[in-house]
Nanobody, 127 residues
Framework: QVQLVESGGGLVQAGGSLRLSCTAS????????MGWYRQAPGKERELVAA???????????YYRSSVKGRFTISRDNAKNTVYLQMDSRQPGDAAIYYC?????????????????WGQGTQVPVSS
């Protein structure tokens, strides 16, 4: 039932910035956690960042250690949209990025409701 549409992907120079957007429909966005996964060629899909519907004891956001201080996740419940601001892009950030909607399990436990990951949005990093 959950439908997610990512946008904003594209080539960015190393050291540059890019913002991804994801708009959700068919679910209860404001009651769910949201997050971003990514998968590079030959690598496992990994959770990059997540944002919860409420504040937990450790805060309402999660960031993979490799992106801390460089990426920022935010959400606008009025627009059913989650964003990922990516600054200081590195070659290791090149991947296909996937937006996910999760049951409200906490920012570090972002598990997709949908069984289909979809196509994601490709974000290469130029050298």
């Amino acid at each position: 039932q959950v439908q997610l549409v990512e946008s904003g992907g594209g080539l960015v120079q190393a050291g540059g910035s890019l913002r991804l957007s994801c708009t959700a429909s068919g679910g209860t966005f404001s009651s769910d956690d949201m997050g971003w996964y990514r998968q590079a060629p030959g690598k496992e899909r990994e959770l990059v960042a997540a944002i919860a519907t409420i504040t937990w004891n450790g805060g309402n956001t999660y960031y993979r250690s490799s992106v801390k201080g460089r990426f920022t996740i935010s959400r606008d419940n009025a627009k059913n949209t989650v964003y990922l601001q990516m600054d200081s892009r590195q070659p290791g950030d090149a991947a296909i990025y996937y937006c996910v909607q999760s049951a409200p399990l906490g920012p570090s436990a972002c598990i997709p409701r949908a069984s289909d990951w979809g196509q994601g949005t490709q974000v290469p990093v130029s050298s």
